[in-house]
């Protein structure tokens, strides 16, 4: 194990109390974890069974934290992030009841919410390179829909085309999306498309009634086969156990390809949506928990982008530098998420000089339906470039 600190063989010179150490010194996965790391994506990305997971979970902080910082390095370069800024595209009014969400039409007389239709083209225009002129590499685009309609994708389309043609990568989260859909997204060049699974398969019922769980997995697996990159992660600290989190971690295993980026959102009690309510009433989760589950989502999708998302206004300096240890690598940047706060730009230019973290640079991809003039007819036509 060159260069990583074997967790499975302690240090004898130092001091260490048996009574309270967790008994990590028989588990060969644990020893051979940052070696395994080295060896195909594929495998590492498969290769946990539940007992590991939960193994994982258990070790000492410093352990987990060493272990995900030294597999992150692995993959990618130390010290760089992603940054993305997000725009609520359509806001409120949601015909789905995720007990979490500002923005369901069914906790709209508790939380007082001022719905808005879609936003005009320009003003999304006039976001993004607000967003690219703050030094964001991409730009993510919300609407609080089902679904999108048929008279909605012209729409999408047609910010997808003038996002990327800043020079943006471009992801956007519309709710479910069916084959033909997902492929006109991907034809007009969307990098990235947003659907998480927030929990576990088992506690799912108790966040959302209006849709099932394989309908999420549905949309992502229709993504997934558009070409467009995966974004799909969960919500840490709504009531559910760490068997939960465990699961969660196995439904991303269990996925042909692991998702390219995984927002880890720590949840925002919003007063007035039923699970924000029980939250605000019995007490928040530990933030330890939250970078817990970050680096053990490091570890088990060593490829993955891990974007620290929703609820980093609360935090502080120290607590996010312990959640970029943990191998996250990508923040929502912007004074806004959705519809809540953020944690502000000039915090967070300042949290990265601190760190010593540098911006990563956009590599949007090429839209595979390209306008061009017929030079015999002089009509304008398209043409579908290959993969
Ligand atoms: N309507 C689309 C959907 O549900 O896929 C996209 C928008 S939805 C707001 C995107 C994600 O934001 C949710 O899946 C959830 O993970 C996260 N989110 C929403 N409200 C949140 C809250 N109060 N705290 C933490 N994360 C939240
Ligand atoms: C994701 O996982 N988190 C972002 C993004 N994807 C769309 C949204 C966070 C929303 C937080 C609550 C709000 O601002 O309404
Ligand atoms: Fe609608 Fe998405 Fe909010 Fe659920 S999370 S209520 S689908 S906007």
Redesign the pocket.
């Known amino acids: 194990m060159a260069g990583l600190l074997s967790i499975s063989e302690p240090d004898a010179t130092q001091p260490t109390d048996a009574s309270t150490q967790p008994d990590t010194t028989n588990s060969d996965f644990l020893a051979n974890l940052a070696t395994d790391a080295t060896q195909t994506d594929s495998k590492v990305a498969t290769a946990y069974s539940r007992e590991e997971i939960a193994q994982l979970f258990d070790l000492p902080l410093m352990d987990l934290l060493l272990q995900a910082q030294t597999i992150h390095r692995k993959h990618f370069t130390a010290n760089e992030v992603q940054i993305s800024t997000?725009l609520?595209i359509k806001t409120g009014n949601c015909p789905e009841d995720c007990g979490y969400?500002?923005?369901s039409g069914h906790h709209r007389d508790t939380t007082k919410l001022q719905a808005e239709k879609r936003i005009e083209v320009d003003k999304v225009i006039a976001a993004a390179k607000r967003a690219k002129n703050s030094g964001s590499s991409r730009f993510?685009m919300?609407a609080a829909w089902k679904h999108p309609s048929a008279k909605d994708m012209p729409y999408v389309v047609e910010l997808i085309k003038e996002v990327k043609a800043l020079g943006l990568e471009t992801c956007m989260?519309l709710g479910m999306l069916d084959t033909n859909q997902a492929t006109q997204l991907a034809d007009a060049g969307l990098d990235y498309y947003?659907h998480?699974l927030d929990t576990s398969r088992s506690y799912y019922e108790q966040v959302v009634s209006t849709r099932s769980y394989d309908e999420r997995l549905d949309t992502i697996e229709n993504v997934r086969n558009s070409g467009i990159n995966v974004?799909s992660?969960n919500i840490v600290g709504m009531g559910e156990s760490r068997d939960d989190r465990i699961d969660w971690v196995l439904e991303l295993l269990k996925m042909p390809k692991a998702p390219e980026s995984i927002?880890v959102?720590l949840l925002?009690p919003?007063a007035g949506t039923p699970i924000g309510d029980k939250v605000l009433a019995e007490g928040q989760l530990s933030v330890l928990e939250w970078i817990r589950t970050i680096a053990v989502a490091r570890i088990c999708c060593p490829t993955s982008y891990v974007?620290l998302?929703?609820g980093r206004e609360s935090l502080s300096d120290s607590e996010q530098a312990l959640a970029f240890m943990a191998g996250a690598n990508s923040f929502?940047y912007g004074d806004?998420?959705?519809?809540?706060g953020n944690a502000s730009q000039s915090g967070d230019d300042r949290l990265m000089r601190e760190l010593g973290l540098t911006k990563q640079f956009a590599a949007p991809r090429a839209p595979k339906v390209l306008p061009v003039m017929d030079a015999m007819s002089g009509h304008q036509t398209q043409v579908v470039l290959a993969d």
């Open positions: 997000l609520s969400c500002s923005q993510c919300g989260t947003n998480n974004c992660g927002p959102n925002v919003i974007r998302s929703a929502f806004k998420l959705l519809t809540t």
